[in-house]
């Protein structure tokens, strides 16, 4: 059930025009049922900074069904995962300075939104990095694909 709602949501923001005219700039949405609005994310390589912004359009409380989006290397996702849930709550599921971390936007709770801006000078183009949430037990579903220097659009709905 879960699979086929994310494809519906996929497709509809693949129907939709370009919402952003800065391409540098990307939002993403996050919901009651532990899903990104997104599996894919796409910046062109001329972009210095990149803005995303997260919205959690559920209506539960950060404490229960709290989302944030996080970007690193793909291959430090489950270090910086373990690392944030000792970190707790307190710490929205971060460890505080964790240099593996590119981005992170605070924990955000159902109607609330969060936005974080990162330099791509630490980015190599065609490097693999990931997105993911880290909320307990959230990373296995909520995490995505980010490419830096890719084609600049929203990818594949095939997973
Ligand atoms: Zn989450």
Known sequence: MRGIRG????ALLLGAPAAHADPCSLTIES?????????????PPDCTTVEVTLRNVGKLPARVMGHDWVLAKEGDLPAIVNAGLAAGLA???VAANDPRVVAATRLVG???????????AALVPGGR???FCSSPGHSS???????????????QASK
């Open 110 to 120: 159902g109607g609330e939104s969060a936005t974080v801006q990162f330099s791509t």
């Open 141 to 155: 579903v909520m995490r995505g694909r980010f490419v830096f220097g890719g084609s600049g659009r929203l990818a």
């Open 129 to 131: 990095y990931a997105f």
């Open 91 to 93: 710490h929205g599921y």
């Open 7 to 10: 494809i519906a949501v996929l």
């Open 31 to 43: 919901n009651d049922l532990m899903q990104f609005s997104a599996r894919e994310l796409a910046v």
